[in-house]
Nanobody, 126 residues
């Protein structure tokens, strides 16, 4: 199983980035993908989760209205569109796959994940 993130970079506050997570060795029809981020010195935080089959999802309050997930089962890829970026959005962004429902992300967080990517860095600063 491989999860490969891409699309990170450096932007100014108010800017946008679109992260991609390409999965191989598993099907998005069987797994839900969650985006996590980890700022320096902080714990990994679940940001957004999406099931491409039943439409269930989770979005952290800190990014609601700014971050949006989408996915394509045929491409086995999910995306995280990040708008109106703020300095506090800076960190390493990881995608992770799990069989459980997105509803457990705010409760179990990283413990619920079965597979992880290596991350892509996002930096928001003036």
């Amino acid at each position: 199983v491989q999860l490969v993130e891409s699309g990170g970079g450096s932007v100014q506050p108010g800017g946008s980035l679109r992260l991609s997570c390409a999965a191989s060795g598993l099907s998005l029809k069987d797994y839900k993908i969650t985006w996590f981020r980890q700022a320096p010195g902080k714990e990994r935080q679940g940001v957004s989760c999406l099931s491409t089959t039943d439409g269930s999802s989770y979005t952290a309050n800190s990014v609601k209205g700014r971050f949006f997930m989408s996915g394509d089962n045929d491409k086995n890829t999910v995306w995280l569109q990040m708008n109106d970026l703020k300095p506090e959005d800076t960190g390493l962004y990881y995608c992770a796959a799990m069989v459980s429902s997105c509803v457990i992300v705010p409760v179990e967080g990283a413990r619920a994940m079965d597979y992880w990517g290596k991350g892509t860095a996002v930096s928001v600063s003036t």
